[in-house]
Antibody, heavy 120, light 112 residues
Framework: EVQLQQSGAELVKPGASVKLSCKTS????????MSWLKQMPGQNIEWIGN????????GYNQKFKGKATLTVDKSSSTAYMDLSSLTSEDSAVYFC?????????????WGQGVMVTVSS | DIVMTQGALPNPVPSGESVSITCRSS???????????LNWYLQRPGQSPQLLIY???TRASGVSDRFSGSGSGTDFTLKISGVEAEDVGVYYC?????????FGSGTKLEIK
């Protein structure tokens, strides 16, 4: 069974950074892309970027360049996202989601999401 | 960026009624391989989104056949035949044609 298990909720101060994790199981991590997405309360879903589990190659939404950095640890089948210089606009739920193996693929499995709250 | 625009539903919808959720893209999602790269997701309250339909009309594994997708290159419809209590939530369309991947703003379904 494919599973994406995200780390717990974070309360961080403005200007700080936070590292979120997405530990996977049930499939070959290095064969798939992982995406990260942002959902502010009651709002739309935004795609932040992709990372390939095989070689760590990344692609970012221009809007999030400089804000988010995606990495992977193949040995533990875990994807990470660093968010830097946090402001109130970064308070949101963040999801990791696997891109299926299909071409121009949909997000076929999602993590449970993690709430990040930026507050002093 | 491709803009995705979704319509609203006349909530609440009586249980058992059929509904259609609309989505429009600012650019044709029909690719040269003949596939249309439009996906549908349902986000139930307090949960993460789940894939319902991909390539405009292909149901994801385990999805009820009450859900069906159709459309053209820019105009799409998700039909739910006979809504049930478990269908409550927000439905999102998403284009998979090009980066950045983008979503519609969501269509909320409430059931009477």
């Amino acid at each position: 069974e494919v599973q994406l298990q995200q780390s717990g909720a974070e309360l961080v101060k403005p200007g700080a950074s936070v590292k979120l994790s997405c530990k996977t199981s049930g499939y070959t991590f290095s064969n798939y892309y992982m995406s990260w997405l942002k959902q502010m309360p009651g709002q739309n879903i935004e795609w932040i970027g992709n990372i390939y589990g095989g070689n760590g190659g990344t692609g970012y939404n221009q809007k999030f360049k400089g804000k988010a950095t995606l990495t992977v640890d193949k040995s533990s089948s875990t994807a990470y996202m660093d968010l830097s210089s946090l402001t109130s606009e970064d308070s949101a739920v963040y999801f990791c989601a696997r891109l299926s193996i299909l071409p121009k693929s949909p997000f076929d499995y999602w993590g449970q999401g993690v709430m990040v709250t930026v507050s002093s | 960026d491709i803009v995705m625009t979704q319509g609203a539903l006349p909530n609440p919808v009586p249980s058992g009624e059929s509904v259609s959720i609309t989505c429009r893209s600012s650019k044709s999602l029909l690719y040269s391989d003949g596939k249309t790269y439009l996906n549908w997701y349902l986000q139930r309250p307090g949960q993460s989104p789940q894939l319902l339909i991909y390539w405009m009309s292909t149901r994801a594994s385990g999805v009820s056949d009450r859900f069906s997708g159709s459309g053209s290159g820019t105009d799409f419809t998700l039909k739910i035949s006979g809504v049930e209590a478990e269908d409550v939530g927000v439905y999102y369309c998403q284009q998979g044609l090009e980066f950045p991947l983008t979503f519609g703003s969501g269509t909320k379904l409430e059931i009477k």
